[in-house]
């Protein structure tokens, strides 16, 4: 592989912090912090297709070859911005002796949480290498907690696989949700009702809606965010039982 495409892997494999450099004299007022916390902001406000170098620099009010001057490319500053918000991510310390269980659930919860923030984030995660200093803070802790559970080596990446894999669909899916309701004007719970309405209006659909509805009830709930929340918790409950079971049956061979 040559330099070129190894320095198109990520942007952290381009051999050092760049701090500017194609010359001397780069702008001043800017640094890498202060863009990658613009690009995040525009993410935000204005979702992944939309975003481009050329609207960044408007937001900072520079031309967008100032912006060159501290990335190569696009790709570069996405790759930071994702970098950026793995870093806002609260983890556990493995070493504080708190129970693994609690501990996986808080990373679940703080994974979810962030996705779910930041829209964006779950198509780039699955772009990119993910090899940013958050990231791997992030990683090497899944690690070390998945790791005090009892399961047997070989059954590692695959019980974080199932743990992670599943936070990723469901934040990715509720921060989907989130971004629909905002975007017609209606709050979560008045954009859920309509869709259901509607829904269930349609003879095509009502069948598998009504049954859908009626099971979505019983599991309670006095708003979107509630019944969410309610899912979540017992999907992981699920996740948890399943290690826990997974490491009874390691150590009865």
């Known amino acids: 592989m040559g330099k070129a495409a190894e320095r198109r892997a990520s942007v952290w494999l381009a051999g050092g912090t760049r701090r500017g450099g194609r010359g001397s004299g780069q702008p001043s007022g800017l640094d890498r912090e202060r863009i990658t916390e613009a690009t ?3 993410l935000d ?40 918000v793995y870093g806002e991510l609260r983890l556990p310390d493995p070493e504080a002796g708190e129970d693994w269980r609690d501990q996986l659930r808080t990373l679940a919860g703080e994974y979810r949480a962030t996705l779910v923030r930041h829209p964006w984030m779950s198509p780039l995660a699955g772009t990119y290498l993910n ?13 070390r907690v998945m790791g005090r ?73 006095e708003n979107v965010a509630d019944m969410l929340e309610r899912d979540f918790a017992f999907a992981l409950d699920l996740l948890v039982a399943g290690i826990e079971a997974m490491v009874t049956r390691a150590h009865r061979r």
């Open 131 to 143: 090899i940013g200093p958050n990231s791997l803070a992030f990683s090497r802790v899944v690690q």
């Open 40 to 42: 995040v902001r525009l």
């Open 149 to 221: 559970t009892g399961l047997p080596a070989e059954g590692m990446t695959g019980a974080i696989s199932a743990v992670f894999q599943f936070v990723y669909g469901f934040g990715t899916v509720e921060g989907h949700f989130y971004t629909r309701a905002r975007s017609t004007g209606m709050t979560p719970d008045a954009y859920y009702e309509r869709a259901m309405e509607t829904a269930i209006e349609s003879p095509a659909t009502a069948e598998v809606i009504g049954e859908a509805k009626e099971i979505m009830e019983a599991r309670g709930g």
């Open 45 to 84: 406000a204005e979702g992944l297709a939309k975003f481009s170098m050329r609207r960044l620099a408007a937001e900072l009010n520079v031309t967008a070859m100032s912006v060159y001057w501290y990335v190569d490319t696009k790709d570069d500053l996405l790759e930071l911005a994702l970098d950026s």
